[in-house]
């Protein structure tokens, strides 16, 4: 009789859905520049949350805050986290169908229970026009259908290694600026807003309806003097601009590349310069967490 099986690894959790401006290329980037200690995580737009899974898998995470302010997004971490079993099922009874696709659409969340309220965002997620997620006026998602051959609607495996990695993490629909609520001394703060645009053409801010100009930029670069302040160690993600520059000339600047997929040119894809700003010297980096 042969040696018996051992139990295999639970499976790294990665994001659950796609999101424009999304970390996953970009990881070991940041994760090398992830300060060698810290206290609770904060994320204050948590979009696909790669970099929170990223450090759950790598045992880096004690505590962690995501929020955001889009209240599609919020529902859908806590439906993963506190319903998954119900999320599944949800997802299980979706197809990919273009007529299909536009009567979900047409669905008003809020009339929905949160399980298929979630299930209903990860559905358009993964079936609409390159995984954008935009919304109008009115707060209503309008991204037409996409053109995929066979798009995995339910990752059953990934949604519960997700939700297990939530557990660890209060989840809630606030303003960025309310960090400086929650976050203390010796946190580590990573924000990933939507980035400035490189040219007037580029501009994609739509991520909620309230879009996010340079008025919202200079708050945020407030936001982040004041937790350096206090002693909160900070990282950014933005377009490398001048204005970005500008905004964070007092702090370590480092330029990175990454691929640009949501752009509706080929001509607009392609790897483009990016900033990482942090308020925390280099000593304190770990070294080599993640290798690409």
């Given amino acids: 009789m042969g040696p018996m099986a051992q139990p295999s690894e ?12 999304g970390k996953g290329q970009l990881l070991p980037e940041l994760t090398k520049r992830v300060p060698a200690s810290f206290g609770a995580y904060h994320e204050p737009f948590v979009g696909g949350g790669a970099l929170f899974f990223a450090l759950f898998g790598l045992g880096s995470l004690s505590t962690a805050c995501l929020s955001d302010i889009n209240p599609s997004l ?5 439906a993963v986290r506190n319903h998954v079993d119900e999320v599944i099922v949800a997802l299980r009874q979706h197809r990919h169908d273009e007529r299909h696709y536009y009567a979900v659409r047409a669905l008003k969340p809020e009339l929905l ?8 965002t990860i559905y358009l997620n993964k079936t609409c026009y390159n995984g954008l997620h935009r919304e109008n006026r009115a707060g209503q998602f309008n991204v037409p259908f996409g053109r995929y051959k066979n ?80 002693g909160v160690k900070a990282m950014l ?6 204005f970005i520059r500008s905004l964070y000339s007092d702090y370590e600047i480092s330029q990175v590349h990454a691929p640009r997929i949501v752009n509706s040119r080929a001509s607009g894809r392609g790897k483009v310069p990016e900033v990482i700003v942090r308020n925390y010297p280099a000593g304190e980096w770990p070294q080599g967490v993640l290798s690409g």
Avoid: M
């Fill in 237 to 242: 993600s933005n377009s490398d601009t001048p």
């Fill in 74 to 78: 919020i529902d859908a971490y806590i």
């Fill in 151 to 230: 798009p995995t609607i339910c990752d059953e495996e990934n949604l519960r290694a997700c939700s297990r990695a939530l557990q660890r993490a209060e989840v809630s629909r606030r303003h960025f600026s309310s960090v400086l609520d929650v976050a203390r001394p010796g946190d580590l703060v990573y924000f990933d807003p939507p980035y400035h645009p490189l040219s007037a053409t580029a501009n994609f801010t739509s991520y909620d309806r309230s879009g996010f100009g340079e008025g919202d930029q200079a708050q945020l670069r407030d936001v982040y003097a004041e937790l350096t302040r206090r």
């Fill in 10 to 21: 639970p499976a790294r959790a990665r994001p659950f859905l796609k999101w424009a401006g």
């Fill in 113 to 120: 229970p949160l399980p298929e309220r979630g299930a209903r």
